[in-house]
């Protein structure tokens, strides 16, 4: 885990809450690395998970189809 940098522009599914139990990622770091930040909305100056495309891509897939 590392921590991103603050110019990184975070965003958070439309389908969020105001609940703030949300996951916030960063496409445009990802589209430029094929890393893909991710971290935990409450905590924006907290610990970021990098993960591949293809594992986020299977995590939300897995999300739409309702497996978690």
């Known amino acids: 885990?590392?921590?991103e940098s603050s110019s990184t522009l975070w965003v958070k599914s439309?389908?969020?809450g105001s609940g703030?139990?949300?996951?916030?990622?960063?496409?445009a770091?990802?589209?430029a690395?094929?890393?893909v930040p991710v971290r935990d909305s409450k905590n924006p100056?907290?610990?970021v998970l990098?993960?591949?495309?293809d594992a986020f891509a299977s995590f939300v897939a897995g999300v739409k189809a309702a497996g978690f």
Not at 20 to 27: I, K, L, T
Not at 50 to 53: C, E, K, L, P, Q
């Open 20 to 27: 703030g139990s949300c996951v916030e990622w960063a496409p």
């Open 1 to 3: 885990m590392t921590t």
């Open 45 to 47: 100056n907290g610990p």
């Open 33 to 35: 690395t094929g890393v």
């Open 14 to 16: 439309s389908y969020s």
């Open 50 to 53: 990098n993960t591949s495309v």
């Open 29 to 31: 770091h990802a589209s």
